[in-house]
């Protein structure tokens, strides 16, 4: 999950070319152009006074030449009345406004949020929604604030979004693996969750082919709701505690296979591993094996929650660095450095800044090749199981600039529940939201974000950099790696795989780098020779052209050495 400030307001995709619109019945006062002219506050309205008009109604919206488009969008009236919310929909394309073609139906809730549509891209000038009911039946209107569509490629300049994946169960944790897989899971069940139930429901999707497969994994007893996250050195998947709060089950991508790891000494999951004294403890992937650090409490981070300590320890953002430290970054606003060598030790590290306990903050980066962040999803205020107030639109911040651009919406709300990932390819995987029973914000799916890197300037598809070659598929720290690409190359960086659930994103990690030497189109690197630094683990190697393009990163191994 991930809080964004409000930034919600009247930006949203804008028509791509002066736009018109034809509608079939209008109030004077609500005319149809009220509904394409980017102001929230007017909107189109069909007739009422002196009669009715009745359903169904329709508009067309002409973009004025044939443009490629994945998705539409409709936003209600804003004004706090819903009389004309659009029920039941059928959305319909043309080249010529005389043969269309049903591109998606379905039926848009009953409030004033934004309502986003995808399907498959498909070039067109006209594009047709027809409203068949009012959404809460209360009489034969139909109303819009703004209607607009979603450019598919990158014409935007600002990237573009695949259609929607969908998926077994609702993804609330993920992996990428090493392989360019991404590992999903729920609970014991698809769409909620509750208590240990011994099994767990997982999917991999499979960006080659675009197919999911799905497993009930039991042989490790684990119910991995809630847990805690993490790679180990050789690229598996370490998950720890959650609704079985004692047990440590392993992904093994090479094998595909889950096994058990030993019990945690301290059971950890609030919410059925008891309460409080989750001090520390350390796994040793090697052997196998916990070992308690008692000079590692968990005092010093707790937050002030009002629900006390039952979710004062929640998911801590922990990152590893230098010395076997492990940097403590919240969701408490004090932060900690925690020592891993002998028993363990503690410091504080400062408050961060005026932020305050942030459980429903964000320690989920998504950093991009280059070094921009993605940030996506969330809410304007987190309420757990609400799609209220939901941001679609996406924010890339540049860290040399310390500016933020919106990028364009992506379809499903993306709030409590959810995650967003880097893949090998440079895409962005987003997924999740809800696992709440029979609730009505549980999202089955997934999707895809392009960004404006993947495109030149007319939005067709840029040619990407290949590297060929790597010198090797692991390197130790402070030693020398080359690759080999198919055409001149001009910067670099490697990003270490991530997982991510509840806010939490504890391998993701980027390090620019510079060629130590370079021989033609082979460059030669030194990694940096920490493994606080570089962590030891498996990366992505991207490396990108002059115009930004990065190609599809290789998969390699750090070592300690
Ligand atoms: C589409 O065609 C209809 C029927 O001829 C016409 O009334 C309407 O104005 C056209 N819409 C647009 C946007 O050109
Ligand atoms: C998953 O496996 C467990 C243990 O074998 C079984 O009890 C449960 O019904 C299975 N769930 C599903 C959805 O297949």
């Avoid at 009345?81 to 394309?93: E, P, R, V, W």
């Avoid at 590692?296 to 981070?301: R, S």
């Amino acid at each position: 999950m991930f809080l964004c400030t409000a930034i919600y307001g009247t930006s949203f995709i804008s028509l791509v070319l002066a736009a018109t619109i034809s509608v079939d019945s209008s109030q004077s006062g609500n005319e149809g152009s009220k509904g394409i002219d980017g102001n929230t506050a007017t909107f189109w309205h069909t007739r009422y006074t002196p009669t009715v008009a009745a359903l169904p109604h329709s508009a067309i919206i002409d973009l004025g030449v044939s443009t490629a488009i994945n998705g539409f969008a409709y936003r209600p009236r804003q004004d706090g009345n819903s009389n004309g919310n659009i029920g039941q929909y059928q959305i319909s394309l043309s080249p010529n406004n005389i043969t269309w073609s049903t591109v998606a139906t379905g039926t848009f809730s009953d409030d004033a949020s934004l309502k986003t549509v995808s399907f498959t891209s498909t070039s067109t000038r006209y594009i047709r929604i027809v409203a068949l009911t009012e959404a809460g039946n209360r009489g034969q209107w139909s109303s819009a604030s703004e209607l607009s569509v979603t450019p598919t490629n990158g014409g935007t300049g600002k990237g573009s979004w695949s259609s929607i994946i969908n998926l077994p169960l609702t993804p609330a944790a993920a992996f990428v693996m090493p392989n360019g897989k991404i590992l999903t899971f729920s609970s014991f069940a698809k769409d909620t969750f509750g208590g240990p139930h011994g099994y767990t429901l997982t999917a991999i999707y499979n960006p080659a082919d675009s197919t999911v497969s799905q497993l009930n994994v039991s042989n490790t007893g684990h119910d991995m709701f809630c847990p805690g996250m993490s790679f180990d050195p050789n690229g598996r998947a370490i998950i720890t505690g959650g609704d079985d709060a004692a047990k440590t089950s392993i992904y093994d991508y090479a094998t595909n296979t889950w096994s058990s790891g030993s019990n945690m000494k301290i059971s950890r999951g609030s919410w059925s591993g008891g309460n409080g004294g989750k001090n520390g403890e350390i796994y040793n992937s090697a052997s196998n094996s916990w070992t308690l650090l008692g000079g590692c409490p968990v005092l010093p981070m707790l937050t002030a929650d009002v629900g006390g300590i039952f979710r004062q320890d929640n998911h801590a953002w922990l990152f590893g660095w230098k010395n076997g430290y492990v940097f403590q970054g919240g969701p408490s606003k004090a932060m900690n450095w925690y020592g891993t060598t002998g028993g363990g030790s503690q410091i504080g590290a400062g408050l961060r800044a005026s932020d305050p306990d942030s459980m429903d903050g964000n320690a989920v980066i998504v950093v991009l090749p280059n070094g921009k962040v993605m940030i996506t999803g969330g809410q304007t205020f987190a309420v757990p199981f609400s799609d209220n107030t939901a941001i679609l639109i996406p924010e890339l911040w540049d860290p040399a600039t310390l500016a933020s651009i919106v990028l364009p919406a992506h379809a499903v709300a993306r709030t409590y529940h959810s995650f967003a990932l880097l893949m090998l390819d440079g895409r962005v995987f987003t997924g999740g939201g809800g696992l709440c029973g029979g609730c009505s914000t549980n999202h089955p799916n997934a999707e895809i974000y392009s960004p404006s890197y993947l495109f030149n300037a007319d939005g067709t598809t840029a040619t990407r950099p290949v590297i060929s070659s790597i010198s090797a598929s692991s390197v130790g720290v402070g030693n020398t790696i080359s690759i080999t690409t198919s055409s001149a190359v001009t910067s670099f960086s490697i990003v270490r795989f991530g997982s991510a659930t509840h806010t939490v994103n504890t391998d993701q990690r980027r390090i620019s780098l510079s060629p130590i030497n370079t021989v033609g189109t082979t460059y030669t690197f030194s990694i940096p020779d920490d493994s606080g630094v570089a962590l030891p683990g498996f990366w992505m190697f991207f490396a990108s052209n002059s115009a930004g393009v990065p190609s599809v990163a290789k998969a390699f191994q750090i070592t300690v050495s």
